[in-house]
Structure formats: structure tokens, C-alpha cells
């Protein structure tokens, strides 16, 4: 199995912003639909963004739209997701996971994915 690696976590006061990084060793993420979703406690993992192999094609829940953004770097075998006026309930373990570009197809449900890293914990604090 391959899995990701998410990074770039940390404590911000609601209103901050905070640059999360999705990347991988010893394969490429080029041949994969990546999304991001995170997870806060005793909730389920939920979906929050994605982003097709390409980058043409991006899907993001309405929690998040407007303030979060999705990207990739094929260069630097990455997938970005910056996140802007961040609130105190977007606080969780935010984890990225990978589905074959075949069968990508916008879906933000965890089942669609695999590949999971550790998380990443994002703390916004009032």
C-alpha cells in the first residue's frame, strides 16, 4: 500500500491562515485524484476538498468554500490546501488520501480513498 504524508499543522487565532502540504515517497501523485478531510473528535472523517490528477477538475464542501483552496505541484509531487479565514470549528486531524485518476470523480466520501498518512492537527483557537 502507498501512502501519502501530510504536514503543516499547527495553532492559529480564528481569522489566520494555515498551509497544509500533501506529498509522497517513492511514487508519484501525477496518476492520482488527491482529497483532503479531516476529522475532529468523536466525528467522522469528513470530506473537504479535491483535486483531479490534472488539477483541471476541484470539488469542495460548503464548510469550506471560498476560504480553502486546493492545489497541486507535479514538480514538487505535492498537494497544497491552503486554508484562509480559519475558525475555530475547522480545528480536527486533517489527513489527505489518494484514488486512481480513473476513477476519480469529485467525490469527497472517505470510502472513495486510500493511501492515508499519519494527519496532520490543525488548532484554531478563539
Known amino acids: 500500500q502507498l501512502h501519502v504524508v501530510e504536514s503543516g499543522g499547527g495553532l492559529v487565532q480564528s481569522g489566520g491562515s494555515l498551509r497544509l502540504s500533501c506529498s509522497a515517497s517513492g511514487f508519484t501523485l501525477d496518476y492520482y485524484g488527491i482529497g483532503w478531510f479531516r476529522q475532529a473528535p468523536g466525528k467522522e472523517r469528513e470530506g473537504i476538498a479535491c483535486i483531479s490528477d490534472s488539477g483541471d477538475s476541484t470539488n469542495y464542501a460548503d464548510s469550506v468554500k471560498g476560504r480553502f483552496t486546493i492545489s497541486r505541484d507535479s514538480a514538487k509531487n505535492t498537494v497544497w490546501l491552503q486554508m484562509n479565514s480559519l475558525k475555530p470549528e475547522d480545528t480536527g486531524v486533517y489527513y489527505c488520501?489518494?484514488?486512481?485518476?480513473?476513477?476519480?470523480?469529485?467525490?469527497?466520501?472517505?470510502?472513495?480513498?486510500?493511501?492515508w498518512g499519519q494527519g496532520t492537527q490543525v488548532t484554531v483557537s478563539s
Open positions: 488520501g489518494k484514488v486512481p485518476r480513473s476513477y476519480y470523480d469529485g467525490s469527497l466520501s472517505a470510502r472513495v480513498y486510500d493511501g
